[in-house]
């Protein structure tokens, strides 16, 4: 029973989401992790939010000069840094050529259909497991301050209508109705649309609890390991080699997030996926007598709030960097600064000394699609490469590759995700 297993390289919610897809079908299963404790990469603190409403991949048409502006403005959204174009160029080619209006409306589309079955899966699974986190059904409220930022945002939102996603315009006196500590804020504000489908939780708390379930269905976990290299006998995956042994097992699923290109590029198979890292500020709302109430997206910067029972999560940036996941004090300072004008009353509740900082490094693909599939080597899958939507996808990755890999039908088309495109 033991070479039967499938071996999942990565710990992440894409990675425990398939290893629990699998198991419950009844395959036997085993994850690897690097870490000393699963979902302690991009996921440990990052925006809490599930939302297909924002499917859109970043690399919208335009983007290029919006790069280029970027290594001249240190407080850019996204923003490139000079040391790692060289690092980058193949993949930014690609990434640039993949803006194209008609491939980004395409991509956009695949991305909201598996983004919409995934957050689907997670209610279900919220409703029929009892795991001890918590999903919140708050929805998402997105402001504009120019009546242009909110008109593209709205031909978005009317595209992704038709498909299934439902939104609601607000005025900003709505706004404040909705959440009355954006009463200062409103006074900027054109318009701003609410998306009440979208969800929100923590994803370090999903990846362990599931993990725990799975186990329970007979999963193994082994954490502080690291996968060394895939091993082949006779054309076919037999194993891994690991930092402490050999591990057999008759299919291996890259799922390691930004670190599987480095993977997949031994075994022959290029993944063009490159970190883009993003930064958070998990703040301590304790004996905070006011407070946001739902998830708020900035539309101007693409800063977010959302609240996880007493804390608060700010995310923000996209940052160009190489696997450099330091964390910047310029980069925390300009998220403090959005903050306040995002929440002027409540930034006087700031605590540094009750403030963690984070950052992590998304696994962005070149047309802003995740590869889910079976690669041509036999035996080798892919779960990788989801950007910032891997926590709003993570469900539905796992349960798509686990129904092409026990040979059942999938839910939605696999087709935009295929490893081969």
Not at 10 to 36: C, F, H, K
Not at 160 to 169: A, I, P, Q
Not at 312 to 341: M, P, S, Y
Request: aromatic fraction near 6%; charged fraction near 20%.
């Amino acid at each position: 029973m033991t070479d039967e297993r499938t071996i999942i390289i990565g710990g992440g919610p894409i990675g425990v989401s398939t290893l629990y897809e699998l198991v419950r079908r009844g395959r036997p299963a085993v994850l690897i992790e690097s870490r000393d404790s699963l979902g302690s990469g991009a996921c440990f603190a990052n925006g809490g939010v599930l939302t297909p409403s924002l499917s859109d991949p970043w690399n919208g048409p335009g983007v290029g000069s919006h790069l280029v502006a970027s290594l001249f403005a240190q407080n850019a959204a996204m923003k490139l840094q000079p040391h790692a174009i060289p690092s980058l160029t193949r993949w930014g080619i690609q990434f640039l050529l993949n803006s194209l209006p008609k491939r980004h409306r395409a991509a956009t589309l695949a991305s909201f259909h598996l983004a919409q079955y995934s957050v689907d899966q997670t209610r279900k699974l919220d409703e029929d497991v009892e795991l001890d986190w918590r999903l919140h059904r708050l929805g998402t409220l997105k402001t504009f301050e120019t009546e242009a930022a909110f008109q593209e945002q709205l031909t978005l939102a009317e595209m992704l209508g038709v498909e299934g996603l439902t939104f609601d315009v607000l005025s900003p006196e709505d706004v404040v109705q909705l959440e009355p500590q954006l009463e200062t804020a409103s006074q900027r504000m054109a318009k701003a649309i609410f998306y009440p489908d979208d969800v929100s939780g923590d994803a370090h708390r999903f990846a362990v609890e599931l993990s725990r379930h799975a186990q329970s269905l007979g999963a193994e976990i082994r954490c502080s390991e690291a996968v060394l290299e895939v091993c082949w006998e006779q054309g076919r995956v037999i194993g891994v080699e690991t930092s402490n042994g050999f591990v057999p097992g008759r299919e291996v699923v890259i799922a390691a997030g930004e670190a599987s290109p480095q993977l997949s590029r031994k075994l022959g198979v290029r993944l063009p996926i490159a970190p883009a890292k993003g930064y958070s500020l998990t703040i301590d709302m304790t004996g905070w007598n006011a407070r946001p109430s739902i998830p708020v997206i900035d539309g101007a910067t693409h800063f977010g709030v959302a609240p996880l029972e007493d804390r608060l999560r700010c995310v923000g940036v996209a940052e160009f960097t190489g696997r450099d996941d330091r964390v910047k004090a310029a980069r925390v300072e300009f998220l403090n600064e959005l903050f306040e004008r995002l929440f002027p009353q409540l930034s006087a509740n700031l605590d540094p000394s009750k403030t963690e900082t984070w950052a992590g490094l998304r696994p962005m693909s070149a047309d802003g699609l995740p590869f889910i599939g079976a690669t041509q080597k036999e035996g080798l899958w892919v779960n990788a490469g989801h950007g910032h939507l891997g926590w709003t996808m993570a469900m539905g990755s796992g349960a798509l590759l686990a129904d092409l890999m026990t040979g059942e039908t999938p839910k939605i088309d696999p087709h935009p995700y295929r490893v081969d495109r």
